[in-house]
Each structure stands twice: as structure tokens, then as C-alpha cells.
């Protein structure tokens, strides 16, 4: 059984989607044993307390540096024997350090296809923001493997969302974030745990069927 640790940031509809996928018995191998947030506010807390699983703030500025902080995340996670950290909204960059630690085992969903509307700066409603900027008509989302290039991992899954006349940056990401996001990474979530994903030496992710 992998224990798996969710990193979140804001209201947690990602963490939630995995809640409830694991609630239907559909996370095979595998439980949230951890919700770790970055800040003590974010709702996505809130949504750990519900489900009864333990939830921790682990702040950057209480730390002097960011290697500090991502040291002691990293031990945090190792003390907790988590086999998955799953990146569900969490706005803090991870260190190479911490990416070569838990290497092939950090997994982010991203509001776009990536390699569009990625990399530094590109987070929450900027994404969508950038997409509606550039006119695209379709977007959606990515999950995939963290490396120490920012939204540069291996891909592991997409889903193409359809633009529509008259979207906003919050209706386009409300609608990704149901007709994507949600459905993606809990079934990728589940397949890791399952021991169905091999990433080759070139960057390129397999899913066994
Ligand atoms: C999601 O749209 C997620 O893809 C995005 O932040 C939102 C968090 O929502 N993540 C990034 O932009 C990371 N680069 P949530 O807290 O409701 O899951």
C-alpha cells in the first residue's frame, strides 16, 4: 500500500477529487496518509479534516532558506514513509534536492497543455488568463512527473478542454478543473500505486495496461 501525501495551497478541489475517488475504492494500492499545506488558511485543509486525514502547515518563511525548507519537507515525508507526493494546487517551488529525493515519485496537475502556458509565473487563473490572451480554442490539463525544471517532468497524462465564446480565466479554469483536472489525477494517482507507470531514460512515460 503507498502512502501518498497531498500539497496544497488553496481551496483543494484537487485534493478533494482524490478524497472522493478514494472513498469510491477507486485509488487502488494506495491512501492519502498526509495533506500538508503551505499556509495555515487554505480551505484544502478543511477538506483534510473531513475526511479525517491528518493535515500539517509547513510554511517556506519559517525556514531561512528555501534549501532549508525543502530539506525539512523532504524529512518530514521520509519520517511519514510517503511512496507519492502529489502536487494538487501547491504554489511552492520544490528544489532540485527535494525533486532527486523523491525522484519519479512527485507527481503536479497543470491548467494547460503543456508544454503551452507553463514554467515560472504560470499558476492558478495566470494560466488561463495567458490562454484567453492568445486566443487558443482548445486548453485543459496535464499531470505529470516534477523534475527541477518548472512544469518540465515527463508527461503522464492530457485532456483537451474546448474554449467557449465568451469564457472568463475563472470559467475556462472552472470548467478544466471538472472536465480535466478532476478526472486526471486521481486516475493517475491510482495507476502510480498500482505500479502501472515506467518513465524511460529519454523522459517518456508508459502506462501498463
Ligand atoms: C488547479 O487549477 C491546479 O491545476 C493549479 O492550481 C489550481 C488549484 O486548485 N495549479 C497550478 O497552477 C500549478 N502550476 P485547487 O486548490 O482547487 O485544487
Known sequence: MVNIAVLVSGGGTNLQAILDAQARGEIKNGRVAAVISSNDTAYALERAKNAGIPGYTIKKKDYPSGEAYCKALAEFLQEKDI???VLAGFMTVLDAYFCHVFENRIINVHPSLIPSF????FYGLHVHEAALEKGVKVSGATVHFVNAVTDGGPI?????VAVEPGDTPES??????????????????SLFCEGKLSVSDSGIVSIAE
Open 83 to 85: 511512496g507519492l507526493v
Open 118 to 121: 507553463c514554467g515560472d509565473g
Open 156 to 160: 503522464i497524462a492530457q485532456k483537451a
Open 172 to 189: 475556462l479554469q472552472k470548467r478544466i478543473m471538472a472536465q480535466a483536472e478532476h478526472i486526471l489525477l486521481p486516475r493517475v494517482v
